[in-house]
Each structure stands twice: as structure tokens, then as C-alpha cells.
């Protein structure tokens, strides 16, 4: 299997409101040799408001980005091909898992595409380096790689291992630099510990995570949520399968006392899992574990748990979770079923019943992509794909719209950056609080240049 590698650089932090724009990848055979590459700019669209403290990270130059970058729609085609490629990879990247892959599925979501099928089609696989990393730093397993310098805290930033391990990144926050960073650190992981790279592809198979977790209930979850102090791992015991959610099962975080939420509603349990630490009355245990985003999960065994204080806590946990097994089932059943809300066509991926829809109006959507001038709302069923084939037209193709057409997808954007400042999307007042915090930075001559142009740029998007 060959592997492809990849990385964004985007203008904020937020998945559905933000947006790609450079996109970098190599493509590998088993070994590593490089079959070929990518490098492909995205132009800002014209609704965007972009994050300053992002460009200051990316050193993106704007003007260079706006006159060679394509437009979206191009640039998601031009990217579910590479992905997609010809079957038979594993696409690659590193912290992958919760940013690049969420953002290549809202940006192939907002152009009419199909948001999921790059990552399984034709036999493709998906692999997070960045979750190797985490399992062998939890259990020491990564021989004598380095995480730090003496004096100085543990990092698994990219750019740091690299630095430490004298790994080849000639420029971090460049999304082709990260991509043959995160090569040379799955080689070195390859040269210190092969089996990581076996087990973490084993994972990738959902019936054999589910059966890991359902032979063996008490496990490891090595998750983020953990962080430096505890090694990024935690103790979990299964409840059962999630009430709606085929591929998912629901556990039980062994450091907490389920008797805590016995006797509460549903209502208040699912409050406290939302508050924050410092704030809540009591602690709540559920976790959710994905099969189909290779959970990072393996057997536990007390008498191999190096930690004793973890190990008896999570014995006298179990004792009780086993007591009350059932109840903590039905809670469960209760909390985890609910409706995502409807917020807006470029954030509701995840809002209704997305794949009915596009069922229904599967047709158009297939012929779409080849022509979208052509189209008009009508011509689709759902409401969704009507207002998002309005937006790709305005912000890819707006020449080609109408007078009255043009008129209203104008004020779709003057709406949108002149709004109140929300928890949605970046707005103008956001972008000006920002960028006046920002120049209170020491920042270096070459950074305040990006940054002065930068403003300019979204200046002149607020005159228009």
C-alpha cells in the first residue's frame, strides 16, 4: 500500500467557518520513495475574515495567495482527486485526525462533493502519526527519541520533535515543509518501533477495535484529553453500544466514581460533562469512542500497569461500574441520543439527515461538479443543496449570476462581516480586536510585512 501525505494551512482554527488555503502532499510508496507531490494554493474567499494570529503562524503572503491561488470549488476538486487518488493508500498526516480530516470534509461539504468518500474508496485507509506518537510516549516505547530538552517540558508538536530529532523541517507552519517533517518522523518511528505502526494499522479496522472492547472491556484509551501529566492515558471499562450511533460505543473513564451520578437526570449529567472542570459539581465518566476513527485503545491488564496509585483507583472503580453496569447503560442511553441543531448551510454537516438528502437529490449533485454555471436552486430538492449551490456559485463563479443574484449574494456577505461578533463565523470587529492585540507583539520585521498586508487585504474586502 502507498502511503500519501498531507497538510493544510487554513485561515483560523474553526473547521466549518474558516478556510484551506495551501494544501501540500507526497505521495510514498511502502518504503517511503517519493512517487509525487502536491503544492496548491486556495484563494481567501470573499466571505472569509481571516484570523491574524493564523497568518503570523503560516507566514502565508496574501497577495501571492489571491493571485495564484485558485478559487474553492477548483481547489476542493483538485484535492478529493489527490485524496481519492487511484485506490490502495493511506493517507497520512500528523494531528491529522482532528483538524486536517475534519477540514477536508466541511470544504468537500460546501462544494456539493461527497465529504467521506476520499478516505475509504478503492481500499484508501487513513493514519495519524501524530496517535503513534501519543501510544509510544504513553508506554515508553519509542526507544530513544527525544521530547524535550533538558530543563524543559515534553512537546509533541511537530516542529519540536523535529528539531530534537534532527528531522528534516525547513520551515514549520508550510504545509509541504510539515508533510516531509511528518515523513521523517514516521521513519524514525519505523526504525525505533515497527510494531506501533502495525498495531495503530490494525486499528484502523473497526470490527477489531469493537472486539477488543468487547473481549476485553477494561482497556487503555490513549487520548489527548489526558494530556502530558498522565502520558495522554487513561483507564476505561465498556457500557455498551452507543443508542444511535452504529459505529460507536459508549465507556466508562475508570478515575471517575460512577455512584457520583446515580440518582441525577439525564439532563443534569449531560450539563456537568459540558462545564467546565474548574466549575462542575461532580465528574461524569462517559466517553464515546469512535470505531471508525481508529481509536487509540488497547488491553489493560492491572498487573502490567506500572502506575499504582491509576491502578488501584481503577479498581475501585470497576468494582462499583460492574455493580451498576446496567444503570450506567440506560444513562447512557439517555444522554447520547440527541438532535445537532441546525446552524447554518456551511456548518450543518452533521445537522439532519444528510445522506438522505443527498440521496434524494444524488443525480444533480453527480453533475454539478462538472458544470455548477449551469444549475440554479431549483433544480435541487433539498434546501440545504439549495442554499449551498447559491454560495458556491457566489463565491467561485459570481460573473456568471445575475443582476438580482449578484445584488443578494453581496448582502449574504455584508451580513455576515459587518454582523456582531459571534461564536460562528470571524467577523470584521473580531478581525480589528485581533490584529491590534497582535501588533502589540514583538514581532519581526518580516511578520509585521504579512501581517500589514493582510490587513490591507481584508480593508479593501470591507470598501467593495
Same mark, same amino acid.
Given at each position: ?10 485561515? @483560523? ?6 478556510? &484551506? ?15 509525487? =507531490? ?10 472569509? &475574515? ?34 481519492? @487518488? ?33 478516505? #475509504? ?11 503513534? &506518537? ?19 517540558? +515534553?512537546?509533541? =508538536? ?42 495503530? =494499522? ?19 484509551? &490513549? ?22 450511533? @452504529?459505529?460507536?460505543?459508549?465507556? #466508562? ?9 446515580? @440518582? ?109 454555471? %449551469? ?37 449574504? %456577505? ?10 460562528? #463565523? ?23 510585512? %504579512?501581517?500589514?498586508?493582510?490587513? +490591507? ?8
Amino acid at each position: 500500500m502507498n502511503y500519501l501525505f498531507y497538510d493544510y494551512e487554513t485561515t @483560523g482554527i474553526d473547521k466549518r467557518f474558516d478556510q &484551506i488555503v495551501q494544501f501540500a502532499a507526497i505521495k510514498t510508496d511502502a518504503d517511503f520513495n517519493e512517487i509525487e =507531490r502536491h503544492d496548491i494554493l486556495c484563494r481567501m474567499r470573499d466571505d472569509i &475574515i481571516p484570523s491574524p494570529f493564523a497568518f503570523r503562524t503560516t507566514m502565508i503572503d496574501v497577495a501571492d495567495l489571491q493571485k495564484n491561488g485558485m478559487n474553492e470549488f477548483e481547489f476542493s476538486q483538485k484535492v478529493n482527486k489527490i485524496l481519492s @487518488g487511484d485506490g490502495n493508500q493511506c493517507i497520512t498526516g500528523y494531528n491529522s485526525k482532528e483538524f486536517d480530516d475534519k477540514f477536508t470534509q466541511f470544504l468537500l461539504y460546501r462544494n456539493l462533493s461527497d465529504p467521506y468518500r476520499w478516505a #475509504w474508496d478503492n481500499g484508501n485507509k487513513k493514519l495519524d502519526i501524530f496517535d503513534i &506518537i501519543k501510544m509510544g510516549y504513553a508506554f515508553g516505547r519509542l526507544g530513544d527519541m527525544k521530547f524535550s530538552e533538558e530543563g524543559t517540558d +515534553d512537546s509533541l =508538536r511537530l516542529e519540536v520533535l523535529s528539531k530534537l530529532n534532527n528531522l528534516t523541517h525547513l520551515k514549520a507552519h508550510d504545509a509541504l515543509s510539515d508533510v516531509v517533517a511528518t515523513i521523517e518522523l514516521l521513519k524514525l518511528i519505523r526504525q525505533n518501533n515497527p510494531n506501533l505502526i502495525k498495531y495503530s =494499522r490494525k486499528l484502523q479496522d473497526k470490527s477489531f477495535a469493537r472486539k477488543l472492547l468487547m473481549d476485553s472491556p477494561t482497556f487503555y484509551n &490513549i487520548s489527548s484529553f489526558y494530556g502530558y501529566e498522565k502520558k495522554f492515558l487513561g483507564v476505561h471499562h465498556t457500557i455498551g453500544q452507543h443508542p444511535s450511533i @452504529g459505529n460507536s460505543i459508549i465507556s #466508562w473513564d475508570l478515575e471517575r466514581n460512577p455512584e457520583q451520578i446515580l @440518582g441525577k437526570s439525564a439532563q443534569e449529567i449531560k450539563k456537568q460533562m459540558f462545564t467546565k472542570k474548574e466549575e462542575r459539581k461532580f465528574e461524569v465518566g462517559f466517553s464515546e469512542i469512535k470505531l471508525n476513527q481508529s481509536p487509540q485503545i488497547l488491553k489493560y491488564t492491572e498487573k502490567n500497569d506500572k502506575d499504582e496509585k491509576r491502578a488501584e483507583l481503577s479498581q475501585k472503580n470497576l468494582v462499583l461500574v460492574e455493580r451498576h453496569k446496567l444503570l450506567l447503560n440506560q444513562i447512557s442511553d439517555e444522554i447520547f441520543v440527541h438532535e445537532i441543531p441546525f446552524v447554518d448551510s456551511d456548518a450543518d454537516l452533521f445537522a439532519g439527515n444528510y445522506f438522505a438528502e443527498r440521496k434524494k437529490d444524488e443525480l444533480n449533485l453527480s453533475r454539478v461538479i462538472n458544470n455548477p454555471v %449551469i444549475f440554479n436552486e431549483n433544480d435541487f430538492k433539498s434546501k440545504r443543496f439549495q442554499e449551498q449551490l447559491f454560495r458556491l456559485r457566489g463565491r467561485n463563479f459570481f460573473e456568471d449570476l445575475n443582476g438580482s443574484e449578484k445584488a443578494e449574494y453581496q448582502n449574504f %456577505i455584508s451580513s455576515r462581516i459587518n454582523s456582531e461578533e459571534t461564536d460562528k #463565523w470571524r467577523t470584521i470587529k473580531m478581525f480589528n480586536k485581533e490584529y491590534e492585540k497582535i501588533l502589540k507583539e514583538d514581532l519581526s520585521s518580516e511578520q509585521k510585512v %504579512i501581517l500589514g498586508k493582510l490587513n +490591507d487585504c481584508v480593508q479593501k474586502q470591507i470598501a467593495t
